[in-house]
Every structure is written in C-alpha cells, then in structure tokens.
C-alpha cells in the first residue's frame, strides 16, 4: 500500500486550529505566503480555505488568473488562516461586488 506515507511526517501545529496535523506536502504557491502556508496551516484547514475561496470566486464572479483578484484572494487568506478572522462574510443569495 501507501509506503511512502509510513515514514511519519514531521507534524505542525496549525496556525488556525491549534492542532497538531500533518502540514500539506507541499506549499500551494511558490511565494513567501505559500511556504507559511505550508509551515503553518493544517491540511484540513487548507481545505477549509479551499471551499471558501469557491463560494469567493463565484460569488464575486472572480477570475482567479486576474491579478487584482489573486491579491484580495491573498488577503483572505492572510485574514481567514493566519489572523483567525472569519474572512469576507458572503451572503450566497445576493451577487456580491468589489470595488477595487
Ligand atoms: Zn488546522
């Protein structure tokens, strides 16, 4: 079976949810946020932010690739992993806007 996940992984102690987990194995972007990211989130929290960052995308009608979008998403996930904040509060029922 899965030998290359026997060798225990060093653990963290996760940023936002104080447990220690197994971090992600790798860092999702190759910036210095990605490698905190990876040194301090918890992949269930990663997916926590994942599933977040969908409902931001498409309440907002985000284009991930656009860079003004790629830095509120950044600043979500300053806010919603590393400073414990609930994020961006999203109504799902009503089409959001930002002004940049
Ligand atoms: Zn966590």
């Known amino acids: 079976m899965s030998e290359l996940r026997a060798m225990s992984e060093p653990m963290i102690q996760c940023r936002r949810c ?3 987990a197994a971090p992600l194995t790798k860092a999702p972007f190759r910036t ?3 490698e905190r990211i990876a040194r ?3 992949a ?3 997916q926590d932010w ?4 969908t409902l931001l995308i498409n309440h907002y009608g985000l284009d991930p690739r656009d860079r003004k979008a790629k830095e509120f998403l950044y600043e ?3 806010q919603v992993l590393f400073e ?3 994020g961006e509060e999203i109504d799902t029922t ?3 806007s930002i002004e940049w």
């Open 76 to 78: 979500q996930i300053e």
């Open 32 to 34: 210095e946020l990605g």
């Open 84 to 86: 414990g904040e609930r």
């Open 50 to 53: 994942l599933k977040h960052q």
């Open 40 to 42: 301090g989130i918890c």
């Open 44 to 46: 269930a929290c990663w």
């Open 18 to 20: 104080g447990k220690e």
């Open 94 to 96: 009503k089409q959001g």
